[in-house]
């Protein structure tokens, strides 16, 4: 059974910055992605920062040069470091992990979630 826990989630000052961590167990496979996504009240999940094994990372244009995401595949954990925080980051972040299953009809990509860790930067 596989689990995600995130931490280091908390309330800042804009401008300030923050670490979040997500530690992985439960499997024994290296994941194919992980990364992290945010949910602001009465918005849509959306993803942040990814990065996959091979080291390609994506970012949302609106974290674009103040968030860095890291991580060790080997270990099954990912980073997500915060500078220049806004309000507008505010939400919930979720830590997530893709396995891509190959199968005979085709590629399944299996997602899991941690319960996520509250970010919260006031106006």
């Known amino acids: 059974q596989v689990q995600l826990v995130e931490s280091g989630g908390g309330l800042v000052q804009a401008g300030g910055s923050l670490r979040l961590s997500c530690a992985v167990s439960?499997?024994?496979?290296?994941?194919?992605?992980m990364g992290w996504y945010r949910q602001a009240p009465g918005k849509q999940r959306e993803l942040v920062a990814a990065?996959?094994?091979?080291?390609?990372?994506t970012y949302a244009d609106s974290v674009k040069g103040r968030f860095t995401i890291s991580g060790d595949n080997a270990k099954n954990t990912v980073y997500l470091q915060m500078n220049s925080l806004k309000p507008e980051d505010t939400g919930v972040y979720y830590c997530?992990?893709?396995?891509?299953?190959?199968?005979?009809?085709?590629?399944?990509?299996?997602?899991?979630w941690g319960q996520g860790t509250q970010v919260t930067v006031p106006s």
């Open positions: 997530n992990a893709r396995i891509i299953i190959h199968t005979s009809w085709g590629t399944k990509d299996n997602d899991y």
């Open positions: 439960g499997s024994t496979y290296s994941f194919n992605a």
């Open positions: 990065i996959t094994g091979g080291g390609t990372i």
